[in-house]
C-alpha cells in the first residue's frame, strides 16, 4: 500500500534515484497518459489547485513527482492515481496550491546570515535617547559580544538602523549622538537599506576618516556645514569603516546562513540570485554544499565594482577567475555579474540618479539630481564585453537616470555584438521615465521589482513625496505600465533590507496596499493582476536567470521545484495571500522544507519572528514597535 500522509513526509521517499532508468509518462493537464509504460512516482500531491504558470492549460488538480526529482505528470486527482506504487509518498493537498517554488530574484541571502549574527534595531522609528537607551542594552549584554576585549577596542555592529528613522522628524544623525554612549568601543550602524553606515567618533578615527578625506569613487562621506564628518556614511565609502569590523568566524558564518536558507526554504523559495557576489560568499556556499546544506539553486551576481568599470577587459577576466575557482561547487549557476548605477532615492540620501533635481522640504527645485556612478557609455562598454561572452548584466537602478542609463548601455551592447537572449536586467526601477517604458521589450531587458515597497509608507510618504513630488510620485514602481509596455517581470524581495514575506511580496505587488501599509500606493494605475504576480515571482524570475526551461512552471519533464500552500491563492481574498503557509517545499524532486518536522516548524517560527519586529536579542531594547520597511537596496 502506498504511503498516505496530510503533510508530514519522510525525506526517504522524495529524494531522486540518481540509477532511476525508463522512459518518462508524460501526462498532461487533461490527464492522458502521453508516453508508456507508466511507472511509479516516489511522489503523489493530490487534491490540490496546481497553478502551473502555463498558458491554455485545463484545470489539475495532481501533481507526480519521478524519482529523477523530474515532474512526471500533472493531471486530475483520478488521472493520475495510476502513478501511485506500493513506496510512492502521497500527500492530500486539502485544497491547498501546488505551484512552482518561488525564484527570487534579487536577494542577499548570505548578508541576511551575516546580519543574524548581530544585534538589530528592526527598523525603529525612535528619538535620539531612546536609540541610546536600545544601544546601551546592547552595550551591556554579554550575549552580544563581537570580540573576545570589548572595552575599549571590540566593535559594536548593530544592523537595520533606521536612516529615515530618528524622530521629529528631519533629525539628521551625527556621531555625537553616539560618542555619549557610556562606551570608548568603536560603533557603526548599519543601515537597513543597505546604503548608509553611522559611526561614532572612535570609528571615524580608526578609519582615518577627516575633513580632508576625499569621496571615495561611488560613495559619499557625509559632512556638516563645518566640513568635518557627521559619521554618516553612503554608499561605497562604507567600507571606509566596514573593512575594520572583524570577519566572523566562517563555520560560524555558515552555520547561520544555513539558518537562513532554511527560512528560505519555509517561506517557499527554490531559486537565488545572490544580488552582491565577492569570493567571500563563494566561499561560504562552497561550505554549504559540502556539508549538504544548500538548499536552493544559486545563481550569484559577481560584484563589478565602480571602479573596475572603466576597465571592461579586466573586470571580465577578475568574473571568469571567480567563476573558474568555484565552478565545481554544486547548486551555483554562474554567468550574472552587478553593477551599481546608483544609490536610494528616500531623504536623507538620495543618491538615486534622477533626470530631474531633488526638491527641497518648501517642493521648490535643488541644483541635486543624485548620483550615477557609472556613466552610459562605460556602462555599455562594460555590457559589450560581458556580453560578447556570453554573460549577462544586472543593474541596480533605482532613479530614471539611472534606469536610462541601463537601458542605453544594453542598447549599445546590442548594436556592437548582437548577442541576443541574454536577458540583461534592471532592478529596482523605482522611478522610470515614460520615454523608457517600451524599451525593455524592445531590448530584451527584463525589469525585476521589489514590489512590497509599492505601499504606502514612511518611506513612500515622508521621506519621498515631498522631495519628488506629486507628478513623479504617480509613478512610482510603474510595474503595470511596464507589463503594458510588453516588458517581461520578474521579482525580487531584496532580503535582508525587508524580512522575507514572500507571500505579503507576491500580495502587494497587486493591491500595492501589504499587510503593513497605510494605504495603496496608486493600485488601479499600476497595481498587477493575481495571475501576473505569481507569474513574476515564479516563470518571470526562471526567465530572468535563463532557467526558464529547467524550472519555474508545473509542467511535465521540468524539474520538481515544487511549493505547497496551506490555502488556494489563486482564489483567497487577495488580502489572504500574505499570511499563506508554506506546508512543503521540494527543489528537485527533494524536500527542503516540511512545516510538520521539527526543523520545519523551527524555520516557520523564525520566519514569523523576523516578520513580525526585532531579533530576540533586540526585542526588550526596541521602543515601542515602530517599525517601518526598508526603502531599497
Known amino acids: 500500500m502506498p504511503s498516505s500522509h496530510s503533510f508530514a513526509l519522510s525525506r526517504r521517499g522524495l529524494l531522486a534515484s540518481a540509477g532511476a532508468a525508463g522512459a518518462s509518462v508524460a501526462v498532461g493537464a487533461s490527464g492522458a497518459a502521453a508516453s508508456s509504460p507508466r511507472r511509479s512516482a516516489a511522489l503523489v500531491l493530490h487534491n490540490s489547485r496546481v497553478f502551473t504558470g502555463t498558458r491554455g492549460h485545463a484545470p489539475a488538480q495532481a501533481v507526480a513527482v519521478g524519482r529523477d526529482g523530474k515532474i512526471l505528470a500533472v493531471g486530475s486527482d483520478s488521472a493520475l492515481k495510476r502513478f501511485i506504487g506500493r513506496d510512492t509518498q502521497v500527500v492530500d493537498a486539502r485544497g491547498g496550491t501546488v505551484m512552482s517554488g518561488i525564484h527570487d530574484g534579487h536577494a542577499h541571502p548570505m548578508d541576511a546570515a551575516n546580519r543574524s549574527l548581530r544585534p538589530s534595531l528592526a527598523g525603529a522609528e525612535q528619538t535620539v535617547d531612546e536609540l541610546r537607551k536600545t544601544l546601551t542594552t546592547f552595550l551591556k549584554d554579554s550575549a552580544l559580544k563581537d570580540s573576545a576585549d570589548q572595552e575599549p577596542d571590540g566593535w559594536l555592529v548593530v544592523e537595520d538602523w533606521n536612516p529615515v528613522g530618528l524622530l521629529p522628524r528631519g533629525t539628521a544623525p551625527h556621531h555625537s549622538m553616539l560618542d555619549a554612549l557610556p562606551t570608548r568601543r568603536p560603533i557603526a550602524l548599519r543601515g537597513g537599506d543597505g546604503h548608509n553606515l553611522w559611526a561614532n567618533q572612535r570609528a571615524l578615527d580608526i578609519a582615518k576618516i577627516t575633513a580632508s578625506t576625499p569621496d571615495p569613487v561611488g560613495g559619499k562621506i557625509v559632512k556638516g556645514a563645518d566640513g568635518k564628518p557627521t559619521g554618516v556614511l553612503k554608499d561605497d565609502a562604507q567600507p571606509l569603516v566596514s573593512r575594520h569590523i572583524p570577519e566572523p568566524d566562517e563555520t560560524q558564518l555558515a552555520d547561520a546562513a544555513a539558518k537562513t536558507l532554511a527560512e528560505a526554504a519555509a517561506s517557499g523559495v527554490t531559486t537565488f540570485m545572490e ?5 567571500g560568499e563563494l566561499k561560504t556556499y562552497q561550505r554549504l554544499a559540502e556539508s549538504g546544506r544548500l538548499l536552493q539553486r544559486i545563481v550569484p551576481a559577481l560584484r563589478i565594482e565602480t571602479g573596475q568599470t572603466k576597465d571592461p577587459a579586466a573586470a571580465l577576466a577578475y568574473a571568469k577567475g571567480l567563476r573558474e575557482d568555484f565552478k565545481d561547487v554544486r547548486g551555483l549557476r554562474f554567468g550574472t555579474v552587478k553593477v551599481f548605477l546608483d544609490g536610494v532615492i528616500e531623504y536623507p540620501a538620495q543618491t538615486a540618479a534622477l533626470l530631474k533635481p531633488y526638491l527641497d522640504e518648501d517642493g521648490k527645485p535643488t541644483d541635486h539630481r543624485g548620483d550615477l556612478y557609472v556613466s552610459s557609455a562605460d556602462y555599455g562598454r562594460l555590457t559589450a564585453a560581458f556580453n560578447k561572452d556570453g554573460w549577462q548584466m544586472h543593474a541596480h537602478a533605482i532613479g530614471d537616470r539611472a534606469v536610462r542609463t541601463s537601458l542605453d548601455g544594453y542598447a549599445y551592447a546590442l548594436r556592437t555584438t548582437s548577442a541576443r537572449g541574454l536577458r540583461n536586467t534592471t532592478a529596482h526601477l523605482q522611478l522610470v521615465d515614460p520615454a ?26 515622508d521621506a519621498l513625496l515631498p522631495y519628488i513630488g506629486a507628478g513623479r510620485h504617480r509613478r512610482l514602481y510603474p510595474a503595470r505600465s511596464l507589463e503594458g509596455h510588453g ?11 525587508d524580512p522575507l514575506q514572500v507571500w505579503n511580496q507576491v500580495r502587494t505587488a497587486v493591491d500595492r496596499f501589504g499587510a503593513e501599509g497605510e494605504g495603496d500606493l496608486y493600485r488601479e494605475q499600476e497595481g498587477l493582476s493575481r495571475s501576473s504576480a505569481l507569474l513574476m515571482h515564479t516563470i518571470g524570475t526562471a526567465r530572468q536567470l535563463r532557467m526558464d526551461h529547467l524550472t519555474g512552471t508545473v509542467e511535465t519533464g521540468k524539474s520538481a521545484d515544487l511549493v505547497l500552500l496551506d ?28 512545516a510538520d518536522s521539527s526543523a520545519g516548524r523551527a524555520a516557520a517560527a523564525r520566519v514569523t519572528r523576523a516578520a513580525a519586529g526585532p531579533r530576540p536579542a533586540a526585542q526588550a531594547a526596541v521602543h515601542g514597535g515602530r517599525h517601518a520597511s526598508c526603502g531599497c537596496g
Not at 531590448?443 to 513612500?460: D, E, F, K, S, Y
Not at 516588458?487 to 533590507?497: K, N, T
Not at 488556494?568 to 528537485?588: K, M, N, Q, Y
Open 275 to 279: 544580488a552582491v557576489v565577492g569570493r
Open 567 to 594: 490555502r488556494d491563492v489563486t482564489r483567497c481574498p487577495v488580502a489572504d495571500i500574505s499570511s499563506a503557509e508554506v506546508r512543503l517545499t521540494l527543489t528537485g524532486g527533494t524536500v527542503v522544507h516540511d
Open 487 to 497: 516588458a517581461r517581470l520578474s521579482g525580487g524581495s531584496d532580503w535582508p533590507v
Open 436 to 461: 523608457d517604458l517600451p524599451r525593455f521589450a524592445l531590448l530584451g531587458v527584463i525589469p525585476c521589482m521589489q514590489l512590497q515597497w509599492a505601499t504606502r509608507n514612511i518611506w513612500t510618504m
